[in-house]
């Protein structure tokens, strides 16, 4: 299998996943927590409902690489209990999100249809 260099890494995307009836106010407590700690992360738009390859409500954190070796310890240990989908930025949707990718919490089954391939 060929190796893919580092630097085809554009950037990290965070996808926290939450329940709008049960865990939204623990999905508030870390955005406002990111925002704070983090204030170079770009925190997406609240999606109650469903969008992309994501199973459940979430809202996306996108943030440089140069933020990975900071941030995704801290959010490995203040996470809160909720499911986050850790994913590359390298051009190729489908193996970012799943080849690529690590889970914090559950490991959710993603709607990987939405990536069609030509």
């Keep these: 299998m060929p190796t893919t260099p580092v630097d085809a890494i554009k950037d990290y995307h ?3 996943y939450y329940d ?3 865990s939204r106010d623990r999905a508030e407590r870390l955005r406002e927590r990111v925002a704070t700690k983090f204030p170079q992360a770009k925190l997406g738009r609240w999606h109650d409902e469903l969008v992309g390859p994501h199973p459940q409500s979430m809202y996306q ?3 440089p690489t140069a933020m990975l070796a900071a ?3 801290w959010l490995m ?3 809160d209990g ?5 994913h590359p930025e390298t051009g190729d949707d489908l193996i970012d999100h799943t080849a690529h990718a690590a889970w914090f919490g559950a490991v959710l089954p993603l709607r990987l249809e939405v ?3 030509s």
């Excluded at 909720?82 to 850790?86: K, R, S």
Aim: charged share 15%.
């Design 14 to 16: 965070a996808h926290v």
């Design 20 to 22: 709008p009836a049960t």
């Design 61 to 63: 954190i996108a943030f």
């Design 71 to 73: 941030f995704v310890p």
């Design 77 to 79: 240990l203040n996470r």
């Design 82 to 86: 909720l499911t986050v989908l850790l």
């Design 115 to 117: 990536f069609k391939r």
